[in-house]
């Protein structure tokens, strides 16, 4: 997993996600370009934007602290043991993740 927050952010990172893999941190968010993925209030506007942080919500989920720059999009790389890219995905809006599905098949 790779952020764009401060190495000082792992840590609550960590603590408020349980998440106990490797995370790396990119806060001049090279990474992200490198990778083409979005950034900019345009994927924040929309309803799928909407929708998403309200089924969140009401799933449990409540936003903290933010950490790194809240504009960035993400997506999803998978990327094997010889270097090569099994699966690259870009996020176009807030929330647009692939499925677990996708990512599995990725890694299988």
Wanted: proline share 4%; hydrophobic share 40%.
């Amino acid at each position: 997993m790779i952020g764009s927050g401060r190495i000082e952010h792992l840590e609550t990172f960590r603590e408020v996600t349980g998440f106990q893999g490797i995370v790396l941190t990119d806060p001049s968010r090279r990474t992200f370009e490198m990778l083409g993925f979005k950034s900019g209030v345009g994927g924040l506007i929309g309803l799928q934007p909407v929708f998403r942080a309200l089924s969140a919500v009401r799933a449990g989920f409540r936003p903290g602290s933010l950490q790194g720059n809240a504009l960035q999009l993400g997506g999803a790389v998978v990327i094997d043991t010889d270097g090569v890219i099994r699966f690259h995905y870009r996020s176009e809006k807030a929330g647009d993740d692939p499925s677990a599905e996708e990512l599995l098949a990725a890694i299988s």
